[in-house]
């Protein structure tokens, strides 16, 4: 109904009307009871996702297919694997008391069909970084005393404790070390320092290395080819390494950049790829003037000149291969060498950092950007590193250069209203960024709000935060002179929200989400492909992979994934979809280097918008047992008879695993010699594909098995 008519304040003597009320509105609100059909198990929100241990989470269920006749069990993890009912919660929502590190989802079943499905995670976690151990003191030969300290921890309660290393993988403890600085270690040779910090006495960081050099004469470790300082594979993902000298370096290689001749002094690194992208950073001091030269090659002799950048008025040069730089590729599994130059300029220590995750984590592509709900508080993770996706067109001043650090979110406004936003650099220093695009997919326009704004620490959307001083909202306007945007209002539809880390080694973001506008936590779910098949076949060294789809819509790519376990899987391929189609499609790759022993490949598909599906996975037994297993009746709504034989008597284990890969049932079963013959009862599964995999200790057989 409409709002009530104002009130007349005036002279008694004469008789006043009231105002007119206001236009009313009907908000229709209903329960959509479970019977039988598709059963979702919804999505699973915690209400605070990190803080203090032990702090309260309250996780809730959102999206499912229906809201009455259902139970409920909530279960919890530490792994994302091994789950474990949680007693007595066994309603819609669970109040939490998160201790550690822990995810969460619920059972959800339909009293009145008997099918039962699970909700998506929630993790709820607390911060907890070791930051960046630097020394203060630089020293081209002979002993030293370091001083030591930490950048960039966060915690809510820190312990510490120093250790020591010669050779960055063996730490030894340092005796009442326990400090968040270390002042006193005397350096007779090069040595590696780290700090293992402890948050509220639960969760462990160990920040990066410091690597004093030492040498007895004008040479550091690094300062030829030949004996480059050997990057450690978990310190390629946006890590800092420090310590390193400039003050002892000599020239030794002719690329410098067509920039400077022969006076540049030259030190080295070398990594072992991991992933397709690259980001190279070196730090120092005033004037240091670095530059940065990439090559790939087995030994020193027979390099491979890539690319170079850097700057010849600054202190810190950054080297990509997804953006200004250049397109080359990054090959996994490679050994690339990395020379660092300066031109003149102060000579000291200095860092290096190096960016090479495998695969791009969700989010750090516009491909698998992130759904956001309403009114939530959000945490980003650190340096992550995507592909350069963004073009002259689409920055519009929001990003200096080019993507640095990037994470990618999805709003799905159900309901138009205001909208705004808080971003919050963890460490209050990092300066990050953000625009906001009209549109369900990647291929972006001019944003609609966005800001590159110097100061660190907060910007965001909020009319209320910069006095009437805020920027202009629209793209391709400089937005440089304040921190804050004037608050949006968006009508109902999906924007493609994009947060940039502009400082190279960032410490993570926080954000929440405000305003009247009603935001989805899942878009709308549509039918991308029609699967026909997904095969594995082996052909002497080398695993066949083949699929084909009846029908195509929005597919952008698909992508393999391969396991040794039937659990956990690891990127392999991707390949690029028809977008659009209504015909059959003929799909191929090789794995020309698969596992030993049992494979499992896995299909994704991703849609233009982001949306990741699991389709199915298929096996391939690479030792060529031979014997009999089969599965009877196939399909079946209930008991199904497996068969099977062994060439001598052993046991072996009987998995069920659903069509994502779930396990499902798992026994150990008795193989005598011959044949043999068990059942299942599959009466109480719910309906779809399932794969019926035995194993021995020397044999491996695997069926598809359809349950109706």
């Excluded at 104002?6 to 229709?28: D, K, L, N, P, R």
């Excluded at 993770?381 to 990003?399: D, F, K, M, R």
């Excluded at 906001?436 to 910007?459: D, E, F, Q, R």
């Amino acid at each position: 109904g409409g709002g009530g008519g104002g009130a007349f304040s005036g002279f008694t003597s004469t008789s006043y009307s009231g105002g007119a009320g206001a236009a009313g509105q009907v908000i229709i609100c209903y329960c959509l009871p479970c019977s039988s059909g598709t059963l979702t198990g919804g999505t699973a929100i915690a209400s605070v996702t990190s803080g203090c241990t032990p702090y309260a989470s309250t996780i809730s269920l959102e999206n499912l297919t229906a809201c009455s006749g259902l139970t409920y069990q909530w279960q919890s993890s530490t792994n994302n694997v091994t789950y474990t009912n949680i007693a007595g919660a066994t309603s819609s929502t669970y109040a939490a008391t998160v201790s550690q590190n822990t995810y969460y989802q619920c059972i959800v079943t339909c009293t009145a069909s008997g099918l039962s499905a699970t909700s998506t995670q929630a993790f709820c976690g607390f911060t907890c970084d070791g930051g960046v151990a630097v020394n203060s003191v630089s020293a081209c030969s002979g002993n030293y005393t370091a001083d030591l300290s930490l950048t960039g921890s966060v915690g809510c309660t820190l312990t510490y404790q120093w250790q020591s290393s010669t050779n960055g993988t063996t730490w030894t403890n340092i005796l009442l070390a326990n400090s968040s600085t270390y002042n006193g270690p005397i350096v007779s040779a090069s040595t590696y320092y780290e700090c293992v910090v402890t948050c509220d006495g639960v969760a462990t960081s160990t920040s990066s290395p410091v690597y004093c050099v030492w040498a007895s004469s004008a040479a550091t470790d690094n300062d030829n080819c030949t004996t480059p300082y050997v990057l450690p594979s978990s310190n390629l993902n946006g890590t800092w390494n420090t310590g390193f000298s400039t003050s002892c370096a000599t020239y030794d290689n002719s690329e410098t950049c067509d920039c400077c001749g022969n006076t540049l002094n030259n030190t080295w690194f070398s990594f072992t790829a991991q992933g397709p992208d690259v980001e190279i950073s070196v730090s120092g001091g005033n004037n240091f003037n670095p530059y940065i030269t990439l090559f790939s090659g087995n030994s020193c002799g027979a390099l491979t000149y890539i690319g170079c950048g850097g700057t010849a008025h600054g202190s810190t040069a950054t080297f990509l291969n997804n953006g200004p730089d250049g397109t080359f590729v990054i090959t996994a599994g490679t050994t690339y060498y990395i020379m660092v130059s300066q031109d003149g300029g102060t000579t000291g220590t200095y860092s290096v950092q190096v960016n090479n995750p495998v695969p791009n984590p969700p989010g750090t592509d516009c491909a698998t950007a992130q759904i956001l709900c309403s009114g939530g508080a959000y945490g980003g993770a650190a340096n992550l590193w995507g592909t350069q996706e963004l073009t002259t067109s689409t920055i519009y001043e929001c990003n200096a250069e080019e993507e640095i650090n990037s994470a990618w979110y999805v709003l799905n406004v159900l309901q138009g209203g205001t909208f705004t936003f808080t971003l919050t650099s963890n460490d209050g220093t990092d300066d990050y960024d953000y625009a906001i695009y009209s549109g369900a997919t990647c291929t972006l326009g001019a944003p609609i709000s966005c800001n590159y704004s110097a100061w660190p620490g907060v910007t965001g959307i909020n009319s209320a935060n910069c006095g009437g001083g805020c920027n202009n909202d629209e793209g391709g306007v400089d937005t440089y002179a304040s921190s804050w945007n004037s608050t949006l209002t968006l009508s109902a539809g999906t924007y493609i929200f994009y947060i940039n880390g502009f400082t190279p080694a960032s410490e993570g973001f926080s954000f929440s989400l405000g305003g009247t506008a009603v935001l989805g936590c899942t878009l709308p779910t549509v039918l991308s492909i029609s699967l026909l098949n997904f095969t594995a076949t082996l052909d002497n060294n080398q695993v066949d992979l083949n699929w084909a789809t009846s029908s195509e819509i929005n597919n952008k790519y698909f992508t393999i994934e391969r396991s040794a376990d039937g659990k956990n899987f690891d990127y392999l391929t991707q390949v690029k979809g028809a977008d659009n189609s209504n015909e059959k499609r003929n799909y191929s790759t090789i794995d020309y280097q698969p596992l030993p022993g049992i494979s499992y490949y896995r299909l994704n598909q991703t849609d233009e918008n982001g949306e990741i599906k699991q389709l199915t996975i298929a096996t391939v037994n690479n030792t060529n047992d031979d014997g009999m297993f089969t599965v009877i009746p196939n399909p079946t709504s209930g008991v199904v008879n497996i068969n099977y034989s062994c060439s001598s008597a052993t046991t072996g284990t009987l998995n069920i695993y659903d069509a994502n890969g779930a396990l499902v049932t798992s026994k150990q079963i008795a193989c005598a010699t011959g044949n043999n013959k068990t059942q299942l009862d599959l009466g109480g599964n719910a309906t779809g594909i399932y794969f019926v995999t035995f194993t021995t200790n020397d044999k491996f057989y695997s069926a598809k098995l359809i349950k109706n």
